[in-house]
């Protein structure tokens, strides 16, 4: 069973950066695809990038100027940097697997404010 | 970027209900359509992929069906854990990964 899990800051300040990690436990972090996606408060889901194992890498265009997503294979992790935000970025924050794949397993999420 | 609809937006059943939600993509993505149903304040779950293939430990109450720009979920007897938004999403364009607005599916 691949468990994953967000983890860092809940309040970034605006025009700063918000940095995420998401720790994958179940499954080694080779060979698959890996997805950042946020849902805005009472919003839909809006895909943000995904990283291969290989370390490629794949982001929304619209956030593309911003995104970083990277992986950490010695720690079977991958993160996820987002600079200059704004309060537009608040949202609740999922990794997950996938990305050329279906999202078949996602973290809890965590709610990021971006609030001075 | 393909677009993805979904109809309704919410909709109102009852347990034991059939109901059906429908997808429409802006454009042709063959079969490349998944859906996913999320519970307040918990992450997605992924239900089907390629439009009509059940994820395992899915119940067979749920199906899948379409391929070009028209797809629907359709729930053949709606169960009380089943009242939930139900996400598409498109996968034919991975270099922008599309989202349907979502549906919510209340009791009535």
Same mark, same amino acid.
């Given at each position: 069973?691949?468990h994953?899990?967000e983890s860092?800051?809940g309040l970034?300040?605006p025009?700063?950066?918000?940095s995420?990690?998401?720790?994958?436990s179940?499954?080694s972090?080779s060979?698959h695809?890996?997805?950042w996606?946020?849902?805005?408060p009472?919003k839909?889901?809006e895909?943000?990038?995904?990283t291969?194992?290989?370390g490629?890498?794949n982001?929304n265009?619209?956030l593309?100027s911003?995104v970083t997503i990277?992986?950490?294979?010695?720690k079977n992790?991958?993160s996820l940097?987002?600079?200059?935000?704004?309060?537009?970025?608040t949202?609740?924050?999922f990794?997950?697997?996938g990305g050329?794949?279906?999202f078949?397993?996602w973290?809890?999420g965590?709610?990021?404010?971006?609030?001075? | 970027?393909?677009q993805m609809?979904? /109809?309704p937006?919410?909709?109102?059943? /009852?347990v034991?209900?059939?109901v #059906?939600? %429908?997808?429409r993509?802006s454009?042709s993505?063959?079969?490349y359509l998944?859906?996913?149903q999320q $519970?307040?304040g918990?992450?997605?779950?992924?239900?089907?992929?390629?439009?009509?293939?059940?994820?395992?430990?899915v119940p067979s109450?749920?199906?899948?069906s379409? /391929?070009?720009?028209?797809? #629907?979920l %359709?729930?053949?007897?709606?169960?009380?854990?089943d009242f939930a %938004?139900?996400?598409?999403?498109? /996968?034919?364009?991975?270099?922008?990964? %599309?989202?349907g607005?979502?549906t919510?599916l209340?009791? $009535?």
């Amino acid at each position: 069973q691949v468990h994953l899990q967000e983890s860092g800051p809940g309040l970034v300040k605006p025009s700063e950066t918000l940095s995420l990690t998401c720790t994958v436990s179940g499954a080694s972090i080779s060979n698959h695809y890996w997805s950042w996606v946020r849902q805005s408060p009472g919003k839909g889901l809006e895909w943000i990038g995904y990283t291969y194992s290989s370390g490629s890498t794949n982001y929304n265009p619209s956030l593309k100027s911003r995104v970083t997503i990277s992986l950490d294979t010695s720690k079977n992790q991958f993160s996820l940097t987002l600079n200059s935000v704004t309060a537009a970025d608040t949202a609740v924050y999922f990794c997950a697997r996938g990305g050329i794949s279906p999202f078949d397993s996602w973290g809890q999420g965590t709610l990021v404010t971006v609030s001075s | 970027d393909i677009q993805m609809t979904q /109809s309704p937006s919410s909709l109102s059943a /009852s347990v034991g209900d059939r109901v #059906t939600i %429908t997808c429409r993509a802006s454009q042709s993505i063959s079969r490349y359509l998944n859906w996913y149903q999320q $519970k307040p304040g918990k992450a997605p779950k992924f239900l089907i992929y390629a439009a009509f293939n059940l994820q395992s430990g899915v119940p067979s109450r749920f199906s899948g069906s379409g /391929s070009g720009t028209d797809f #629907t979920l %359709t729930i053949s007897s709606l169960q009380p854990e089943d009242f939930a %938004t139900y996400y598409c999403q498109q /996968s034919y364009d991975t270099s922008l990964i %599309t989202f349907g607005q979502g549906t919510r599916l209340e009791i $009535k």
